[in-house]
């Protein structure tokens, strides 16, 4: 997780956050309709309509599918691979630099 790049839903509650990671690793979100609308509106999600036609005579099921705008999949992929920002704790808890010549003995 970078502290570089902030995830495209910086600010939204935490279910909207978790479908959004659903959406953008390439499942279909099941949370609330509030909570996809909320990412709707919000351009992080687009919406389709998929319809369903049996030999019943009834007219057509809709179902929706959500996916993420290539934009906002980069800036979630930035955010999930991207590097991290430097800390104190990081930096303490590095390696030292070994020497470029192996140790024989």
């Not at 970078?2 to 390439?26: I, Q, Y």
């Not at 005579?57 to 999930?80: D, E, K, N, R």
């Amino acid at each position: 997780m970078s502290k570089v790049f902030p995830h495209p839903c910086e600010g939204l509650p935490a279910a909207a956050r978790k479908a959004f990671d659903v959406a953008a690793a390439g499942g279909q979100p099941r949370c609330s309709k509030k909570t996809l609308a909320l990412l709707v509106e919000a351009g992080l999600l687009d919406r389709y309509a998929r319809q369903h036609r049996f030999n019943d005579g009834l007219p057509p099921m809709v179902s929706f599918v959500y996916s993420v705008p290539i934009a906002h999949h980069i800036a979630w992929c930035q955010h999930w691979a991207g590097p991290r920002a430097p800390t104190a704790k990081r930096a303490a808890r590095s390696r030292p630099v070994r020497d470029d010549e192996p140790m024989l003995f």
